[in-house]
């Protein structure tokens, strides 16, 4: 059974870092993309980073772009967001999904373009 499963989120102080984790199950992460989109408190589900393991590629909204980095391990079929120099901004629910159209700008960005999402992990970024 095709899932996809979050962790690693936290309470951090701005500036501080964290490191999500999404394992995939039933799949190979080298033959789909996996992106991570977040949810802050009111606001639409936004993409943040997408990575295509197999084609090599990544992609990164602009709010994050320096910031944060997407990785693959395709021995455990995980993905990660290593996130650093975090911001209040930054606050929301953070979810994997998994999609196979690439990590192609503006389609990554699109919720519409993955087929399954995980449960979710809550990042809160406050002093």
């Known amino acids: 059974q095709l899932q996809l499963v979050e962790s690693g989120g936290g309470l951090v102080q701005p500036g501080g870092s964290l490191r999500l984790s999404c394992a995939a199950s039933?799949?190979?992460?080298?033959?789909?993309?996996l992106a991570w989109f977040r949810q802050g408190p009111g606001k639409e589900r936004e993409a943040v980073s997408c990575?295509?393991?197999?084609?090599?590629?990544?992609n990164f909204a602009d709010s994050v772009k320096g910031r944060f980095a997407i990785s693959a391990d395709s021995a455990t079929n995980t993905v990660y967001l290593q996130m650093n120099s975090l911001a209040p901004e930054d606050t929301g629910v953070y979810y994997c999904?998994?999609?196979?159209?690439?990590?192609?700008?503006?389609?990554?960005?699109?919720?519409?373009?993955?087929?399954?999402w995980g449960q979710g992990t809550q990042v809160t970024v406050s002093s």
């Open positions: 990575i295509s393991h197999g084609a090599g590629t990544t």
């Open positions: 039933a799949l190979s992460v080298n033959r789909y993309n």
């Open positions: 999904a998994l999609g196979s159209m690439g990590c192609s700008s503006p389609q990554f960005e699109a919720v519409g373009m993955y087929d399954y």
